[in-house]
């Protein structure tokens, strides 16, 4: 073993072909899928030592850096040598999920039936479907039982669901930031950030040109959705009510206080990186999360998980209260499965599982480890 | 006496002339402006039993019906014979702020100078000049001295306000569900939207028709608000994560929530009674709130109120946390005021102060009456 990461690379591969197509929750069909995915240490001979790492609404695979590529990833102190999610002794994959705009196939792919882009044709997708997605990679790949499934927010929920559909191919989860359904105030979030993207004039019914996409209308969503991932306590910190703001793209209303400035700035950032159709079908597979759809109830879809499950809430998050990490946790353990609370305490809001490194490394280590 | 509310009517008065110009507090002019206002209870001889209630962002002058409107109003259950704003005791006064669209003077009024609207030309309103405003209107109807001001959200903003810029004029205020300065995560909210007005293409930066206006940008906000205004708690028991939603003016994108189609019929129902230019004044009037600016800070700030104060939070309020009220309450306490926290403990969030009149007229009853 080195001290630097090994076997590092980006890939891409088929999930479906017009022979094995992919069928989603709603019935509808791709014969054509590939996830992008990524990869940090080495699979081990006996392929046990693998750990699915999932991310949030807009991540991708770049969860670290690695000799391919040395821009840190969204991950970046939580991978490598020493640290949970251990390079020496794990390897981990990261994929850019179904539905996404990182290499994946996704709403602004070309669909091969009409050489066109799919854009709303493509199909709705619920967290199932992005988690059976990783399945069949997993299958690809030859990897028929994890060590572990690690993931935040959206990447939490699908952890969840993966303990659920496929118990005998987990040994552990950790879902952060999370909860076994999304809750109505969540739906409500996402739908006004999705009404942005639908209302601006160049969304054009998700037909827009690439030149010139609904970028305005993406910007304001990404705008609420930050809100919604920090908290009040950080905003005061770190803004306060001061109006000396350095950002100036977007035209003020009468003056600007440097929060604005700073959602505007994160708006416009998002735009230069994501696309918009697949904000939309990722935030509805968020809106689709409810461990017990289909299966009877929430204590009925818990009752399907046996992995044992670190449940990491964060004190500050507005978005995923932790009161819903603790209420799957509860129930968990109530069902018998070796379950535990964790918390981040920080003041990052949602946002803590992608800031606060050392106190997740910690909160994690021993359970990824042992 | 009788159990039956008197005086009861609908004003307008004019509170700005070319010879008595409305000087903002940012140094814009208005030749003319006028308030309406309705009042409640007979005013004494002695012209001292008034009570000024303030409205929040979309509120108007119709706190509750009477004689001349039998429509119940935003606080119908507050204001009668026996309730906290006893109209058998007291004169309850309820402006439409400057700014507003509900008879009183604002963006959408025409600029007598011009013949036109004055939209965006409207000059910036604060906090304090939404006071000096209802100042003026108290002067002309020949007031010098209140029994109390009371308001909910920018409503109780004001009523601290008026304590810190005439003391000598009141006796008592009840903010309710307030601060002493808006919150960063306010602005945050508040700016969202107003992008979501701002860029609707029928906004037309400010000069749209009136039979076509920016009905989905106000909507949008309005939707936001509503989710600022309500609980996670509430969401859940009220919708939970159903989908037999009754309200499908808005397309669906792929299925609907209940509270999905809640949010849009409350879009909708604001769009038809509400202007977007007022949106973004009173909006940016909320945001300027700040009982410390150009006073030295909040200290300071606080230090020019005298008068008794009740502050009343609201258990599940996300938009304005219980804690700034404690906050302030705390720090008046500590410079001698005579000052009080109680709480509405509801699951209506920040709407609780529109709700929960039971527990309003039992937590304010006596501290207005004594």
Same mark, same amino acid.
């Given at each position: 073993?080195?001290?630097?990461?090994?076997?590092?690379?980006q890939?891409?591969?088929?999930?479906?072909t017009p022979?094995?197509?992919? /069928?989603?929750?709603?019935?509808?069909?791709?014969?054509?899928?590939k996830?992008?995915?990524?990869?940090?240490?080495?699979?081990?001979?006996?392929?046990?030592n693998?750990?699915?790492? /999932?991310?949030a609404?807009t991540?991708d695979s770049?969860?670290?850096?690695?000799?391919?590529?040395?821009?840190?990833?969204?991950f970046e102190g939580?991978?490598?040598?020493?640290?949970? #999610?251990?390079?020496?002794?794990?390897?981990?994959?990261?994929?850019?999920?179904?539905?996404g705009?990182?290499?994946s196939?996704?709403?602004r %792919?070309?669909?091969?039936?009409?050489?066109?882009?799919y854009?709303l044709?493509f199909?709705m997708l619920?967290?199932?479907?992005l988690?059976?997605?990783?399945?069949? !990679?997993?299958?690809?790949?030859?990897?028929?039982?994890?060590?572990a499934?690690?993931?935040?927010?959206?990447?939490?929920?699908?952890?969840l669901?993966?303990a659920a559909?496929?118990?005998?191919?987990?040994?552990r989860?950790?879902?952060?930031?999370?909860?076994?359904?999304?809750?109505?105030?969540?739906?409500a979030?996402n739908?006004?950030?999705?009404?942005?993207?639908?209302?601006d004039?160049?969304?054009?019914?998700?037909e827009?040109d690439?030149e010139?996409?609904?970028?305005?209308g993406l910007?304001?969503a990404?705008?609420l959705?930050m809100?919604t991932?920090?908290?009040?306590?950080?905003?005061?910190?770190?803004?306060?009510?001061?109006?000396?703001?350095r950002y100036?793209?977007?035209?003020?209303?009468?003056k600007?206080?440097?929060?604005?400035?700073?959602?505007?700035?994160?708006?416009?950032k998002l735009v230069?990186?994501f696309?918009?159709?697949?904000?939309?079908?990722?935030?509805?597979?968020?809106?689709?999360?409810d461990?017990?759809?289909?299966?009877?109830?929430v204590e009925?879809g818990?009752?399907?998980i046996?992995?044992?499950? !670190?449940?990491?809430?964060? %004190?500050?998050d507005? #978005?995923?209260?932790?009161?819903?990490?603790?209420?799957?946790?509860?129930h968990?353990?109530?069902?018998?499965?070796?379950?535990h609370?964790?918390? #981040?305490?920080?003041?990052?809001?949602?946002?803590a599982?992608?800031?606060?490194?050392?106190q997740l490394?910690?909160r994690?280590?021993?359970?990824?480890a042992?």
């Amino acid at each position: 073993m080195t001290a630097t990461i090994q076997r590092c690379s980006q890939f891409t591969r088929a999930i479906a072909t017009p022979t094995d197509p992919f /069928i989603t929750e709603h019935g509808e069909r791709l014969d054509h899928a590939k996830l992008a995915f990524e990869t940090w240490g080495t699979l081990s001979s006996r392929r046990d030592n693998a750990i699915l790492l /999932i991310h949030a609404l807009t991540g991708d695979s770049h969860a670290a850096s690695h000799q391919a590529d040395d821009v840190p990833g969204w991950f970046e102190g939580m991978i490598g040598p020493g640290k949970a #999610l251990d390079t020496d002794r794990f390897h981990v994959i990261c994929t850019n999920l179904l539905g996404g705009c990182s290499g994946s196939t996704g709403p602004r %792919s070309i669909d091969p039936r009409t050489g066109q882009r799919y854009n709303l044709a493509f199909p709705m997708l619920t967290v199932r479907d992005l988690v059976r997605a990783q399945i069949r !990679l997993l299958d690809r790949l030859g990897i028929s039982r994890l060590h572990a499934v690690v993931g935040g927010s959206l990447g939490g929920m699908q952890a969840l669901e993966f303990a659920a559909m496929y118990p005998e191919r987990v040994g552990r989860i950790v879902p952060i930031g999370s909860s076994a359904y999304f809750s109505p105030q969540g739906i409500a979030y996402n739908e006004v950030q999705r009404r942005a993207i639908l209302m601006d004039p160049n969304f054009r019914g998700g037909e827009y040109d690439d030149e010139q996409g609904p970028d305005q209308g993406l910007a304001v969503a990404r705008m609420l959705g930050m809100i919604t991932y920090q908290s009040d306590e950080l905003m005061k910190s770190r803004f306060g009510r001061s109006t000396d703001a350095r950002y100036h793209e977007w035209p003020e209303f009468q003056k600007r206080f440097d929060i604005e400035g700073y959602l505007h700035y994160q708006g416009d950032k998002l735009v230069r990186r994501f696309d918009a159709n697949s904000y939309l079908y990722l935030t509805r597979a968020m809106d689709s999360h409810d461990i017990g759809w289909k299966r009877g109830g929430v204590e009925e879809g818990l009752r399907l998980i046996d992995a044992p499950t !670190l449940g990491i809430g964060i %004190s500050s998050d507005i #978005l995923f209260p932790r009161s819903y990490t603790i209420e799957f946790v509860d129930h968990l353990r109530k069902l018998g499965v070796d379950a535990h609370y964790q918390e #981040l305490d920080s003041p990052h809001g949602h946002d803590a599982f992608l800031v606060d490194f050392d106190q997740l490394n910690e909160r994690m280590g021993d359970f990824i480890a042992r």
